[in-house]
């Protein structure tokens, strides 16, 4: 299998878990779609971190490639690629991977930033 052909099952796997966890939290329990959304995606990028260093033991089995893990973190998952990284200790080296990582966390936390000013809870009264 190619490293293409894997990066897609693995990532319409994940799509397919996100949405089919949102749907039912929204439905059910009756979630916010974006909190349904969050604890999903989340849910889904922890899960890949700790299948993936299964996999990573096993040299002959093909691994999920760190382009969706960086994908599935930047669509919301980051804070569980944290608590991934520090509980399974996996990804935590490469410093290639690291910058990555980082540089999406820090977009994400500058976008939260100017949403946060957008929407008035960062301005400062007067």
């Known amino acids: 299998m190619t490293r293409v052909s894997i990066a897609r099952k693995f990532g319409l796997w994940g799509g397919a878990l ?5 749907g039912a939290l929204v439905h059910w329990p009756r979630w916010s779609w974006v909190a349904a959304y969050f ?4 849910a889904v990028t ?14 002959s089995t093909p691994r999920i490639p760190e382009r969706t893990l960086h994908a599935i973190a930047f669509l919301g998952g ?27 966390a820090l977009l994400q ?17 007067r």
């Open 18 to 22: 996100t949405l089919a966890l949102t």
């Open 39 to 42: 604890l999903s995606i989340n």
């Open 46 to 59: 922890f899960a890949f971190y700790g299948i993936d260093k299964s996999l990573s033991r096993r040299r």
């Open 78 to 104: 980051t804070p569980a690629a944290i608590v991934g990284q520090k509980i399974f200790r996996h990804k935590t080296l490469k410093g290639s991977f690291r910058l990555t990582f980082w540089l999406i």
């Open 109 to 125: 936390a500058g976008l939260v930033g100017l949403w946060l000013w957008y929407e008035g809870v960062l301005h400062t009264p």
